[in-house]
């Protein structure tokens, strides 16, 4: 058992490093003064599924897991919009959903930012012209950020995210 604590203390944390910034130099953080509609510091994700096949949200689950940890840009999952700064939104809208986003949307506080994740979220992706799909996210609500892939990879998810703090 000791050899064990003796292991996880010399290990320490075990988290992939941070993806460098294209338009940074390494060793230099980002000037937030030209970003205007930047969310300072943490920013609180309110995640809707709007009709999604529910890969996207294994892949968020992947994002704010131990390996990709999106806590530490200071992005954290809360469970109500009106707690939110961020509304994470997976799959087409469904004509069941258009209306609950929607209130979903008016209950967040401002300022708020849309992020629609997935191409289901973004054109409905293989479900367009179902007959039970609304349309895309911005048929629906104003999107600020659209992540794309099929489903997209978990450091895609938390780029976006980084972009909206500004980290």
Do not use: W
């Not at 000791?2 to 980002?30: C, M, N, W, Y």
């Not at 131990?66 to 707690?83: F, I, K, M, N, Q």
């Amino acid at each position: 058992m000791r050899a064990l604590f003796h292991k996880i203390r010399s290990t320490g944390r075990v988290a992939e490093p941070a993806p460098q910034r294209p338009d940074e130099k390494p060793g230099t953080t980002p000037n937030n003064d030209k970003q205007d509609d930047v969310l300072r510091g943490s920013v609180q994700v309110r995640h809707v599924d709007a009709g999604s096949c529910n890969g996207c949200e294994i892949e968020i689950g992947s994002a704010f897991g131990p390996v990709y940890d999106g806590e530490r840009y200071g992005a954290r999952l809360v469970a109500s919009p009106r707690h939110a700064d961020v509304l994470l939104v997976t799959g087409p809208v469904t004509k069941n959903m258009a209306e609950p986003l929607r209130k979903a949307y008016d209950a967040t506080p401002a300022p708020k930012r849309v992020v629609a994740v997935g191409d289901c979220a973004h054109n409905c992706g293989v479900f367009t012209g179902g007959y039970g799909v609304e349309g895309a996210v911005a048929d629906v609500i104003p999107v600020d950020v659209v992540v794309r892939g099929c489903p997209p990879e978990p450091p895609r998810i938390i780029e976006a995210l980084r972009d909206l703090t500004g980290r």
